[in-house]
């Protein structure tokens, strides 16, 4: 479903993505881990085009994002790491305009509406100015509305900042969801409990280089670690001699 070929990023004589590769398939919910500056989000902005890619190529479902990146750029959905919403909308009004952008008809946008709406809790705050949400309820918000196109993947860059845990848990059973459904979930997160909880494969990153990547449970027999955050450490952090 997603494919990253020798991505590269650069920023002058900066090289912050080193050639990256990555394979993640269909109803796969994939945790992006890596400490802070590892190049998790730049390789994101990479994939969905908010910024250039120096060399290499990414695809989604055989659409690659330099040979056709209208196409490409429909078949997923994204939140960014400091989104931004129109704060004078009502919560209602932020989701059509979403919808108008991918032209999403209108008996389709009620049926989607119906359907994550309640699953988030959003249709209690539906019809309240944007202004007047918590961070929880905004994020909640952003993701319904980033389903409301029923995207192919769903790229999140640290979803659950600012939240409080119920919200987190919310968040957590509700991508346990979605990958049943058949959706790939791409999930940047510092949270390695999430991570562990939800992710049936994960990829490590540091200083731009892909440190290991692949399921999970075949990644903790094959390095000998029973917790995620054990083999988080172990190659992230240099050993001490």
């Known amino acids: 479903m997603?494919?990253?070929t020798n991505l590269k990023k650069n920023y002058g004589t900066f090289t912050a993505v080193k050639e990256i590769n990555?394979?993640?398939?269909?109803?796969?919910v994939f945790g992006f881990l890596?400490?802070?500056?590892?190049g998790k989000t730049s390789t994101?902005?990479?994939m969905t085009g908010l910024t250039s890619i120096t060399s290499g190529d990414a695809e989604i479902d055989g659409i690659s994002i330099r040979k056709n990146p209208v196409a490409y750029k429909k078949q997923f959905a994204l939140i960014p790491d400091k989104p931004y919403m129109f704060e004078k909308l009502r919560g209602i009004e932020y989701m059509e305009f979403i919808a108008n952008l991918y032209q999403v008809e209108r008996p389709e946008f009620k049926r989607l509406l119906d359907?994550?709406?309640p699953r988030f809790g959003v249709d209690e705050y539906v019809n309240d100015f944007i202004e007047s949400y918590s961070h929880g309820m905004s994020q909640k918000l952003l993701i319904v509305a980033s389903l409301i196109h029923s995207p192919k993947v769903f790229i999140l860059d640290e979803p659950m900042v600012g939240l409080d845990p119920r919200s987190m848990k919310v968040l957590r059973d509700e991508f346990k969801k979605l990958s049943k459904e058949g959706m790939t979930v791409f999930m940047s997160t510092h949270s390695l409990d999430t991570a562990e909880e939800v992710c049936s494969t994960v990829g490590i990153i540091d200083h731009g280089n892909i440190l290991e990547w692949g399921n999970l449970k075949d990644i903790k027999k094959k390095t000998k670690n029973t917790k995620l955050e054990d083999l988080f450490f172990e190659l992230t952090e240099p050993v001490e001699k």
Do not use: H, S, V
Request: proline fraction near 5%.
């Open 2 to 4: 997603i494919k990253l």
């Open 22 to 28: 990555l394979e993640i398939g269909k109803g796969e």
């Open 34 to 38: 890596g400490p802070n500056g590892a």
């Open 44 to 46: 994101i902005k990479m």
């Open 115 to 117: 359907k994550y709406a």
